[in-house]
Each structure stands twice: as C-alpha cells, then as structure tokens.
C-alpha cells in the first residue's frame, strides 16, 4: 500500500470531489500572441535605383557609393541620392562607409 498526500476517494467516485468539480466549473485560460509585420520595402521608385540594389544584394560585403557610381556608371551625386532616397524607405541601411540591403 501506497501512502499519498492526497485525499482518497471511493472506488468508482473519481471526478467527483470537490477539486474535480471546481476545476470544470472555471473558464480555461488561453494566452494569444500578437506579430505585427512590417510591410517589404516597395518597388524601386526608379531604374537606377533597382540597379543600385541589385548591386548591394550580390555584394557580400557591401558597395560604397563610389564603387556603385563606378560599377553603374552613373553620376556620384545621383547615386548618393538614390541611396539616401533608399535608405529613407528602409530598403538599404549605411554601415560606415558602405551601404547594405536591410
């Protein structure tokens, strides 16, 4: 024979304490999570400016603007405006001196 800390019960009596009948009288509980997407980066505004993330992507340690005014044979002041226009809608993201896909 087993000693319990809990009540015993009568044979054929399970579920019918009071534990038992309390536990199916409350409400289950359930615990819901909430995500929040953020929505892809749109289309590029521009063709230079789907060239420029073309390049950064299959760059794999990022581009300069230098070397993407270079590679695209694009004027440096029109590129460095594609990226800032770039990175203002969280399409490519500067780290120092080089721009990256985000």
């Known amino acids: 024979r087993i000693d319990s800390p809990l ?3 009568a044979p054929g009596g399970e579920g019918r ?3 038992a009948q309390r536990a199916r009288a409350l409400p289950a509980r359930v615990a819901v999570a ?3 997407a ?3 980066p749109g289309p590029p505004a521009s063709d230079l400016d789907g060239q420029i993330l ?3 992507r299959a760059a794999l340690r990022g581009c300069t603007s230098e070397g993407l005014a270079a590679a695209l044979g694009a004027p440096p002041p029109r590129v460095d405006a594609a990226l800032e226009a ?10 120092g001196t080089r721009w990256f896909t985000s």
């Open 86 to 95: 770039l990175a203002v809608r969280g399409a490519v993201a500067r780290r």
């Open 34 to 36: 909430v995500a929040v």
């Open 38 to 40: 953020e929505p892809p």
């Open 17 to 19: 304490t009071e534990g």
């Open 7 to 9: 009540p015993r019960t």
């Open 54 to 56: 073309a390049e950064i």
